[in-house]
């Protein structure tokens, strides 16, 4: 299994931004076949379930959680094997740790991104905003 390890994380006001970044090493998939299958940001909150934040196929497709729509963007850099989010305008209720994962699903662009669907996670950051 590949792995992964997020960081970037910390303590911000509300108002404010941070990037995280997610390393991939290891091998799981041959050289070519990377670009069929994506990945994603997942993060959870005390007392809260999993939840979806943003996802990316190597292809360039994105798709984002309404809650972080407009204020958050993934990216990913593949000659770096680094997958970014970009956050900014956070609000108290984007305090969480949080997650990136692999999807399991070989060619899949489409909207649904469970983390059910997700393999391989790294350990997470933690992202406090303050008010």
């Known amino acids: 299994q590949p792995q992964l390890v997020e960081s970037g994380g910390g303590l911000v006001q509300a108002g404010g931004s941070l990037r995280l970044s997610c390393a991939v090493s290891?091998?799981?998939?041959?050289?070519?076949?990377?670009?069929?299958?994506?990945m994603g940001w997942f993060r959870q909150a005390p007392g809260k379930e999993c939840e979806f934040v943003a996802a990316?196929?190597?292809?360039?497709?994105?798709y984002y959680a309404d809650s972080v729509k407009g204020r958050f963007t993934i990216s990913r850099d593949k000659s770096k094997n680094t997958m970014y989010l970009q956050m900014n305008s956070l609000k108290p209720d984007d305090t969480a740790v949080y997650y990136c994962?692999?999807?399991?699903?070989?060619?899949?662009?489409?909207?649904?991104?469970?983390?059910?669907?997700?393999?391989?996670w790294g350990q997470g950051t933690q992202v406090t905003v303050s008010s």
């Open positions: 290891g091998r799981t998939f041959r050289g070519y076949d990377m670009d069929w299958y994506g």
């Open positions: 990316t196929i190597w292809s360039g497709g994105t």
């Open positions: 994962a692999v999807d399991t699903r070989r060619g899949y662009s489409g909207i649904s991104y469970p983390p059910s669907s997700f393999g391989s």
